[in-house]
């Protein structure tokens, strides 16, 4: 980092990227900073500052114990060990010491007492809830949304004539045949255990999900203007069901309330939706099969004058950016999930659902919220 960068980021405060510290002394205050910014994005501690970013310096001395207590602390306070690495500048206000930290391929990461922090804006928490903490364990893969247990569906609610008809399609054998009991095919499919059903399968399987599963539905509506704040709305529907029946009721939701344009077809014509269809079906199931399910919240669409959002909770996992979704990236999330969903809905597992909707329909914008913890798609209503 140059001079002129550092003094860039004082001038613009502390952030989710980077904390200002007049010094450090206490081995268990800087173990808590490395572990939050080692279980986010990474980040800056920018010590010999005070918090208006205003230099103050560090003596040769401080300096020197800085550096032990770093080195100290990085691999004997910070589970799993970590790595940062420093850099010395000398302005002309005194010398600042950067330690930077990357954001850690190991996580969950927690201190010598067992505690777990995590970046909350420009400062951190130490995170208590059950769902994050699950979350954090989720990103270094050892755990998945998909695979937790679904609050009590057994195999009892399976819709077994549906499961029945996927099985002979998929295996091109008749479940009625086979040698196991039902228990032991469910869990050699990994969609439960002990005659208890996991996400997977009572989200794509159960006769009725929602009823356990009330936040896993898509909460729609269609809303005159531009904005949430008015106090009515054209259409509104809390869609529910199995995910094949929330991804078709989903799409009809969206193409009932946008305008169907003639072109060139005849008067006798239906018309073609504003927003071509492959568009939108390409981002619904990138919504139910990626969406972050240690989260308890709906998926959100709504219609306005101008636009089409769509809302998933959880943020973009792992490393993944705008710029790599675009470029055709992917990390699964829920592995288990994703494995069948191309057996049920219009979903490859290539990671070229966002290019074919991009091709399809290029005024899509896409807001990655890490600090709101969802992730926004966004269709301009252009015609």
């Known amino acids: 980092m140059e001079t002129v960068e550092l003094m860039t980021i004082l001038a613009q405060g502390e952030d989710s990227l980077h904390q200002f510290k007049q010094t450090i002394t206490r081995a268990e205050s800087l173990a808590q900073e490395m572990v939050a910014f080692s279980n986010g994005m990474g980040g800056k501690i920018i010590v010999g500052v005070d ?28 589970r799993p060990a970590i790595n940062p690495t420093t850099q010395n500048i000398l302005t002309e206000f005194g010398l600042v010491v950067i330690i930077n930290i990357p954001a850690g391929i190991n996580k969950p990461y927690q201190d010598n007492k067992g505690d777990f922090w995590v970046k909350n804006g420009s400062d951190k928490r130490k995170s208590t809830s059950r769902e994050e903490i699950q979350r954090l364990f989720q990103t270094s893969g050892l755990l998945h949304g998909d695979e937790s247990l679904a609050n009590g569906l057994t195999i009892a609610d399976l819709d077994m004539d549906y499961f029945s008809a996927f099985f002979q399609r998929r295996y091109g054998e008749s479940l009625e045949n086979q040698l196991v009991p039902l228990e032991q095919t469910i869990q050699n499919l990994n969609l439960g255990r002990e005659g208890m059903l996991n996400l997977t399968g009572a989200l794509l399987f159960a006769k009725n999900p929602s009823i356990r599963l009330p ?10 203007g531009t904005d949430l704040t008015g106090e009515t709305y054209i259409d509104s529907r809390n869609i529910e069901g199995k995910i094949a029946d929330i991804f078709q009721q989903t799409i009809s939701f969206i193409l009932a309330n946008i305008k169907q344009i003639q072109g060139d077809q005849t008067i006798n014509s239906v018309g073609m939706p504003e927003i071509p269809r492959i568009a939108l079906e390409e981002i619904i199931v990138n919504a139910l099969v ?15 004058d101008d636009r089409v959002e769509i809302i998933s909770p959880g943020h973009l996992p792992n490393n993944l950016t705008i710029e790599n979704i675009k470029a055709g990236n992917s990390n699964t999330r829920n592995p288990i999930l994703a ?15 966002i290019l074919r909707a991009l091709s399809a329909y290029p005024a899509i914008d896409f807001i990655d919220d890490r600090d709101g913890n969802k992730f926004k798609v966004v269709f301009k209503r252009v015609a």
Not at 51 to 78: P, Q, Y
Not at 290 to 304: E, K, M, T
Request: net charge neutral; hydrophobic share 45%; with cysteine.
């Open 215 to 224: 936040a896993f539905i898509v909460k729609a509506g269609c809303l005159p």
């Open 51 to 78: 918090d208006d970013g205003v230099i103050v310096g560090l003596t040769n001395e401080e300096l020197r114990e800085l550096n032990k207590l770093i080195a100290n602390v990085a691999s004997g306070n910070v």
């Open 290 to 304: 990626h969406r972050d399910y240690f989260i308890s919240a709906s998926i959100r669409v709504f219609v306005f």
């Open 339 to 353: 494995s069948f969903a191309n057996q049920i809905l219009p979903y490859r597992g290539y990671g070229s659902g």
